[in-house]
C-alpha cells in the first residue's frame, strides 16, 4: 500500500470563530497552523482565504501573503488553492488562485446543490478552468460530491484538458451530496480511471469514519475544519487534534505517513514547481 497523504483542510469558507474559536482565519495563524500539522504528519494544505471582516475571498494579495507566510515557516509543504465559488462567482475571480501557480489547485467538475446555495461550475466553465491547469502545470485535485463529477473528467482527460494520472477527493456527507457511507465511498474509488489517485472528505461526523476506511482501503485523507468542527468525542476540534487522530489510526493498521516529497512523487506533481509559486509573487 501506498503510503497515506494527509491533507489539511484548515480554514474554508464557511466555518466562523463563534463556531469554532480554533479556526485559523489570518495568513499569520493560518501559517502557524500548517506548521503545527505538517510536525504531526501533514504533507498537503488545501488553503482558503479569508479578507480583514473574515469573509472569504478570492482576493489575490491575501492569498499570496498567506502563502508567503506558511512557505516562510514551512517550506517543504504542499499547497492547494482553493477555486471555490463562495468566495467570488465570475470566472477570472475562480480562475485567479491557479494563475499564482500553487503546485496544486481544487477543481469541482459539476454543479451541485450545498447548504443554502447552488454549486454552479458549468460545462463551459470547467471546460475553462481544465485548460488553465493544462497551461500552468498546476495540478487539479478534482473535487467529486457526485457520481457525474467523474464522468465529467473523463470527458475533460479524453479531451486533452486534463493529463491523466488523476488526483480525485471525494467529498461526501455534505448537506445536498452524496451521503458519507463507507458503500459511497468504495463505490467512487472503483468508478475513477485505473492509475488515479483518491482521498476522502467526510464532512461533519463522517470525517473520522471515512478517513479509517481509506486509510484501510489505501487511499488518501484530508481532515480539517472545514470540513468538520468536532472531534469524535464532540469536544471541540483544532486542525492539529484532527492530524494527530489521522496518524493515531494509521499508526494502529500499520499504514505509514508520507512526507511531502512522497506525497509529490505519490501524486506524480513535477518537482520543478515546488518552489515556482514563491518565484512568481
Ligand atoms: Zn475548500
Redesign the pocket.
Known sequence: MQKLIITV?LT??VPTKKLNPNLPLTPDEIAEDVLKCSEAGAALF?I?ARDAEQEPTLNAAVYIETVHKIKKSSPEVIIQL?T?ARAGKDWASRINPIKLLPEMG?FTTGSNNLAGIIYENSPQFIECLAGVFKETGVKPEIEIFETGMINNAVYLTNKGLLKPPLHFNFVLGAPGSMPGTVKNLLFLSESIPHGSTWSVSGIGKTEISLATAAIIMGGHVRVGL?DNLYMPDCSLATNLKLVEKIVTIAGEVGRKIADPDESRSILSLNPEYKYRILQEV
Open positions: 483542510a474554508g469558507n488545501h482558503h482553493s471555490g481544487s472545514e
